[in-house]
T-cell receptor, first 114, second 114 residues
Framework: KQEVTQIPAALSVPEGENLVLNCSFT??????LQWFRQDPGKGLTSLLL?????REQTSGRLNASLDKSSGRSTLYIAASQPGDSATYLC?????????????FGKGTHLIIQP | DAGVIQSPRHEVTEMGQEVTLRCKPI?????LFWYRQTMMRGLELLIY????????DSGMPEDRFSAKMPNASFSTLKIQPSEPRDSAVYFC????????????FGQGTRLTVV
């Protein structure tokens, strides 16, 4: 059974810093890996999707990498802003013919201090 | 497309009552997932459908939970009878398989059972 772990559970940094959020998964036979953002009381917003054949994806100030062999993914946020404050979740997509659901970590609660 | 639409957004019910949560996936998506989110356990996959057919319901906690997808544009998650420990936020997500594209989530239904 796939297990996803996110470290750290919480992070507070001053505005402008670059930061890295970590995600690890136990079963490397994943279909893809997706990073989400969740604001308090809201749904999940997809940030980046990395297919199993890819190494990284970039969107604006966000860069996500994937190392299947080691079971790790990182989300890099450059020049952090107070608006980046949210909970960030990573989810591993199962490899059961692409039909499995996403297994989520418990998230990193990020606070960017103005 | 308006995205994944869930209703109601909030539900407060008394223990023992039947609760029905509704979801309309993104048009054209062929897989639908129901998740439950709590502080203690994070996001848990309850059940998912592929082309309206339930594929894996091993995440459904008890027989009190049931889900249906009568057509490609509608799904329900029913809890009967409801219990206080069912209080959580329930999310619906849809995806287009088998290309492994992004999963899109609804805004969730916050269920409180008193």
């Amino acid at each position: 059974k796939q297990e996803v772990t996110q470290i750290p559970a919480a992070l507070s940094v001053p505005e402008g810093e670059n930061l890295v959020l970590n995600c690890s998964f136990t079963d490397s036979a994943i279909y893809n890996l997706q990073w989400f953002r969740q604001d308090p009381g809201k749904g999940l917003t997809s940030l980046l999707l990395i297919q199993s054949s890819q190494r990284e994806q970039t969107s604006g100030r966000l860069n996500a990498s994937l190392d299947k062999s080691s079971g790790r993914s990182t989300l890099y946020i450059a020049a952090s802003q107070p608006g980046d404050s949210a909970t960030y979740l990573c989810a591993a997509g199962g490899s059961g013919g692409g039909a499995d659901g996403l297994t989520f970590g418990k998230g990193t609660h990020l606070i960017i201090q103005p | 497309d308006a995205g994944v639409i869930q209703s109601p957004r909030h539900e407060v019910t008394e223990m023992g009552q039947e609760v029905t949560l509704r979801c309309k996936p993104i048009s054209g998506h062929n897989s639908l997932f129901w998740y439950r989110q709590t502080m203690m356990r994070g996001l848990e996959l309850l059940i998912y459908f592929n082309n309206n057919v339930p594929i894996d319901d091993s995440g459904m906690p008890e027989d009190r939970f049931s889900a249906k997808m009568p057509n490609a544009s509608f799904s329900t998650l029913k809890i009967q009878p409801s219990e206080p420990r069912d209080s959580a936020v329930y999310f619906c997500a849809s995806i287009l398989r088998p290309m492994g594209t992004e999963a899109f989530f609804g805004q969730g239904t916050r269920l409180t059972v008193v």
